[in-house]
T-cell receptor, first 114, second 113 residues
Framework: DTEVTQTPKHLVMGMTNKKSLKCEQH?????MYWYKQKAKKPPELMFV???????INESVPSRFSPECPNSSLLNLHLHALQPEDSALYLC?????????????FGPGTRLTVL | AQSVTQPDIHITVSEGASLELRCNYS??????LFWYVQSPGQGLQLLLK??????LVQGIKGFEAEFKRSQSSFNLRKPSVHWSDAAEYFC???????????FGGGTRLMVKP
């Protein structure tokens, strides 16, 4: 099973709201990733977690706050977002954080910020 | 730093025709190469990957790709396209440190009946 699940599928929020995106995998993968994808563009890496520790933050604004409560779960907490943050947010996971490995992607959360 | 170029932004082929999507990469060491497909509003699905060994790799849905080191290319091919293949295709290169993927800009495939 190579499934990564993400909830919710769609999210609409105002600029003053606080919301969270959730990602889950049960493949025993020890690396998890958040990507942001704007329309007609490739995914852009936001964060990487290795063994539940944040290992890479690609200069993402602090209004995005990642969290990895355990090895299967990854959250992205959102607060005071801007309309330009509207995008598809993709989660991915891979087996071994220390080497190049296949990343398996979830279906994404379509976020709209009003 | 590594980079990936997909020269064709859009490609239209007739159903049943053959397909080749181009991918060129720039990376100083041996690359790890991937092709992903994305249907509208969906996540990315892995089609195939190259890490080492045989330079012709087979993937899902009848796709294959050939790694050519001399040309820094990893082109994706399919002998006969089906209407369900219409989607966005991304080539990506991975590096060891942090397993970071660098994606190409994508190629949108349209299939004519």
């Amino acid at each position: 099973d190579t499934e990564v699940t993400q909830t919710p599928k769609h999210l609409v929020m105002g600029m003053t709201n606080k919301k969270s995106l959730k990602c889950e995998q049960h493949m025993g993968h020890r690396a998890m990733y958040w990507y942001k994808q704007k329309a007609k563009k490739p995914p852009e890496l936001m964060f990487v977690y290795s063994y539940e520790k944040l290992s890479i933050n690609e200069s993402v604004p602090s209004r995005f706050s990642p969290e990895c409560p355990n090895s299967s779960l990854l959250n992205l907490h959102l607060h005071a977002l801007q309309p330009e943050d509207s995008a598809l947010y993709l989660c991915a996971s891979s087996q071994d954080p220390g080497s190049a490995d296949t990343q398996y992607f979830g279906p994404g959360t379509r976020l709209t910020v009003l | 730093a590594q980079s990936v170029t997909q020269p064709d932004i859009h490609i239209t082929v007739s159903e049943g025709a053959s397909l080749e999507l181009r991918c060129n990469y720039s990376y100083g060491a041996t690359p790890y190469l991937f092709w992903y497909v994305q249907s509208p509003g969906q996540g990315l699905q892995l089609l195939l990957k190259y890490f080492s060994g045989d330079t012709l790799v087979q993937g899902i849905k009848g796709f294959e790709a050939e790694f050519k080191r001399s040309q820094s290319s990893f082109n994706l091919r399919k002998p006969s396209v089906h209407w369900s293949d219409a989607a966005e295709y991304f080539c990506a290169v991975g590096v060891n440190a942090g397993n970071m993927l660098t994606f190409g800009g994508g190629t949108r495939l349209m299939v004519k009946p």
